[in-house]
């Protein structure tokens, strides 16, 4: 079982995330931070020695599972994917 980590964007250069397990409440909530990336790191580094993946969500839209150490190492670079899949038309 993966946490699933849904960033959302609050307003324009606000975002925040929640991270739960399966179908449970939110268990982890952080607001206020200022980018995609930012939440990615913030996030990881709350799972990084738990979970190896986590899967990803942008306002609940299903993004895929990722590695932690990529949320956290590779962070600029894995905003970035998420952002050209967020602009991609959902299928």
């Given at each position: 079982?993966?946490?699933?980590?849904?960033?959302t964007k609050?307003a324009?250069?606000e975002?925040?995330?929640?991270?739960s397990?399966?179908?449970?409440?939110?268990?982890?909530?952080?607001?206020g931070?200022?980018?995609?990336?930012?939440?990615?790191?913030?996030?990881?580094?709350?799972?990084?020695g738990?979970?190896?993946?986590?899967?990803?969500?942008?306002?609940?839209?299903?993004?895929?599972?990722?590695?932690?150490?990529?949320?956290?190492?590779?962070?600029?670079?894995?905003?970035?994917?998420?952002?050209?899949?967020?602009?991609?038309?959902?299928?």
């Amino acid at each position: 079982m993966h946490p699933h980590v849904d960033i959302t964007k609050i307003a324009e250069g606000e975002y925040g995330y929640s991270v739960s397990m399966a179908d449970a409440d939110k268990r982890h909530v952080r607001e206020g931070l200022a980018s995609i990336a930012e939440c990615l790191h913030d996030a990881a580094t709350a799972l990084a020695g738990h979970f190896e993946i986590a899967v990803l969500s942008f306002d609940g839209r299903p993004l895929g599972a990722y590695h932690v150490a990529a949320m956290e190492h590779r962070t600029l670079a894995l905003a970035e994917t998420l952002r050209l899949r967020l602009a991609a038309p959902a299928a």
